[in-house]
C-alpha cells in the first residue's frame, strides 16, 4: 500500500460516518480551482496516492496531474452491459447542466476495474463511441493492486462474476481541484440538483 495510511485512514472513517455524500461544505480558500501547480496536497488529497496509470492515448500519468480543476470521478468497465453506461450518462447529465463558461473548468474522469480488456485501445473506442471531448476528459486504467487501492479510497466495491462482467458500485465523486473529496452521488440516474449545485460553486471559487 503506498497511499500514506493517514489519508486512507482518513477516507475510510469517513465513509463509514456516511458523512461524504452530505458533506457540502464550501471548500476552504486552500482549495479552489483557481489553484496553481505549487500548492502542496493536503494529507486528504486523493493525489497523494503515488500509483501509475494509462490513459487511452496509451500515456503513463498519475492522478497528481489532474490536479487544477475541480473532477466528477467514477470507477467503470467499457465492456459493462448496463450500469456503466449509465453512470457515464449520468456524468454527462451532470456536465450539461453546467452553464458553458464553467463546464470547461470541469474535468471528468473514468477509471477502469478491468485492465485485462481495457487497453488504451479500448478505451480509445469507448471515447468515441460516446464522443468524451479529450481536453477534459480523462479514461485510465491501471494494475489490479493500484485501482484496488484507488476504489478503497472512493469507496467503490466491485467483484468480477463468473461470466467476466463486474457486480460493482455506482459512485460519482466530486473532488476540489487539490483532489479532495467533496461529495459522492451514490446510485444511478439519481437527481443530479445536489452535486450540480456543489460544482458551481466549486468552479466560482
Ligand atoms: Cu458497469
Redesign the pocket.
Known amino acids: 500500500m503506498k497511499t500514506p495510511l493517514r489519508l486512507a485512514g482518513i477516507v475510510l472513517m469517513l465513509l463509514a460516518a456516511g458523512s461524504l455524500a452530505a458533506n457540502d461544505k464550501p471548500a476552504p480558500s486552500c482549495c479552489s480551482a483557481a489553484l496553481t501547480a505549487g500548492t502542496p496536497l493536503s494529507d486528504k488529497s486523493l493525489y497523494q496516492v503515488e500509483s501509475h496509470w494509462t490513459n487511452d492515448a496509451g500515456k503513463v500519468v498519475t492522478l497528481g496531474e489532474l490536479k487544477g480543476r475541480p473532477q466528477i470521478v467514477a470507477m467503470?468497465?467499457t465492456s459493462?452491459q448496463?450500469?456503466?453506461p449509465a453512470?457515464v450518462h449520468d456524468l454527462m447529465r451532470i456536465e450539461a447542466a453546467l452553464p458553458e463558461n464553467l463546464r470547461t473548468n470541469l474535468g471528468c474522469t473514468l477509471i477502469s476495474f478491468d485492465p485485462k480488456r481495457d487497453t488504451p485501445a479500448a478505451l480509445t473506442n469507448f471515447r468515441q463511441s460516446r464522443n468524451l471531448p479529450d481536453d477534459r476528459w480523462t479514461l485510465l486504467s491501471g494494475n489490479p493492486d493500484d485501482i484496488l487501492e484507488l476504489a478503497a479510497l472512493l469507496g467503490v466495491r466491485y467483484q468480477e462474476d463468473a461470466t467476466g462482467q463486474?457486480n460493482?458500485s455506482n459512485i460519482i465523486t466530486v473532488l476540489d481541484a487539490n483532489g479532495e473529496i467533496v461529495h459522492q452521488q451514490i446510485g444511478l440516474n439519481q437527481d443530479i440538483a445536489e452535486t450540480v449545485r456543489i460544482l458551481q460553486k466549486l468552479l466560482t471559487q
Open positions: 467503470f468497465f459493462c448496463y450500469a456503466c453512470l463486474f460493482h
